[in-house]
């Protein structure tokens, strides 16, 4: 019941194809802040009744559910990350890179953007990852004279889909300088940059150009209006819910999905994926190589809820964790005689 629900959601998103054509289901997802569990609607982990009410969403089972089915029922998938997996639960503070490592390998994601919280324990807590991970991490703006990062990170990652080349430009925001300890870095211009290899890809034969970055909404549609040769946009860093159609949850709809620019002379699309992990990112193109561009477009960011069952696959690498992590919340450190309010909004 459950599996069919899913299918007939990914179903209602076929296209009708040109013959002699790309056709790419891109999914993506950003600002997942180490949410490796399901949500409710107000960010916090799911309670019995939460999950009763279909007011669960998210984690990264229900994930690994939900990208097998597309994987499974679509040739051309290409699955983008566009930064902040680090931060935001005691997952990180215990685990650091470990459990984004292992997660993301098992997602087998194509590619993933830095964000600048990558950058939140500087180097150091960066390199691990960029060593374990198996799939290319980018930031084609950051310099550095540091040989490790200098290897590791790349400025972009070429696909090849029915003898399309598809080139991925990772970028992140220039304020990670101020917002993180991005010691032994420099970052370049966004705009400079992606201009700048967008057409060193071209030069080399590359078709589809996709810039999948962390510096964002704002920034994101820049790109699309300034640089050249530039056909999709993913974005991350402002939590930023586009959306076409009636919300399916709580989120305040910020723009259609996706954003459509014709600056440079042919549609450049614009993504986001909110936060968190609740939703998927989910487009499906039609990319003509004669005409060098975006021709058809449709899809809508996936919303997890019960729809997704969880994965075995992925509790069992969860499982780990969650038992190192019940452990350490259940050790007694002290006690109060007064209620503690330590939510974010009052501190």
């Keep these: 019941m459950i599996y069919r629900a899913g299918i007939y959601l990914l179903l209602?998103?076929?296209?009708?194809?040109?013959v002699d054509s790309l056709q790419l289901t891109l999914i993506h997802t950003n600002d997942i802040h180490s949410r490796f569990t399901p949500i409710n609607n107000e960010l916090k982990d799911c309670t019995a009744a939460d999950i009763a009410d279909n007011k669960c969403f998210g984690g990264a089972a229900k994930r690994m559910t939900a990208v097998r089915r597309i994987r499974k029922k679509y040739k051309n998938v290409l699955f983008l990350d566009a930064g902040d997996q680090y931060q935001g639960t005691l997952w990180y503070v215990l685990f650091r890179h470990k459990a984004i490592a292992d997660v993301m390998n098992a997602l087998r994601y194509d590619a993933m953007a830095l964000g600048n919280h990558e950058f939140d324990h500087a180097l150091p807590g960066?390199?691990?990852?960029?060593?374990?991970?198996?799939?290319?991490?980018m930031a084609a703006n950051v310099a550095t004279d540091n040989e490790e990062l200098k290897a590791l990170l790349k400025p972009y990652t070429i696909f090849t889909f029915d003898d399309?080349?598809?080139?991925?430009?990772?970028?992140v925001t220039p304020l990670t300088k101020k917002l993180s300890k991005a010691h032994e870095v420099e970052f370049e211009d966004e705009i400079q940059v992606l201009t700048r290899f967008a057409a060193q890809l071209?030069?080399?034969?590359?078709?589809?150009i996709i810039a999948v970055g962390h510096s964002g909404i704002q920034m994101d549609r820049l790109i699309c209006q300034k640089v050249p040769n530039i056909d999709i946009v993913v974005g991350g860093?402002?939590?930023?819910?586009?959306?076409?159609?009636?919300?399916?949850?709580?989120?305040?709809?910020?723009?259609?999905?996706?954003?459509?620019?014709?600056?440079?002379?042919?549609?450049?699309?614009?993504v986001t994926d909110y936060a968190f992990g609740k939703y998927l990112g989910f487009l499906k193109v039609e990319?003509?190589?004669?005409?060098?561009?975006?021709?058809?477009?449709?899809?809508?960011?996936?919303?997890?809820?019960?729809?997704?069952?969880?994965?075995?696959?992925?509790?069992?690498?969860?499982a780990t964790y969650k038992h190192q992590l019940h452990e350490f919340t259940s050790t007694v450190i002290g006690s109060t005689a007064v209620k503690i309010d330590g939510r974010f909004s009052t501190c």
């Design 12 to 18: 209602s998103f076929t296209l009708s194809w040109t």
């Design 126 to 137: 960066l390199l691990p990852l960029l060593r374990e991970a198996k799939f290319p991490i």
């Design 164 to 171: 399309v080349k598809v080139g991925v430009i990772g970028y």
């Design 202 to 208: 071209k030069e080399e034969g590359v078709n589809m």
């Design 237 to 270: 860093h402002t939590n930023t819910f586009l959306y076409s159609g009636k919300p399916p949850s709580v989120e305040e709809i910020q723009g259609p999905y996706p954003e459509i620019y014709n600056d440079q002379g042919k549609p450049c699309l614009v």
């Design 287 to 318: 990319y003509d190589k004669e005409l060098d561009r975006v021709t058809k477009w449709k899809g809508n960011p996936i919303l997890l809820d019960n729809r997704f069952h969880a994965s075995r696959e992925m509790e069992n690498i969860l």
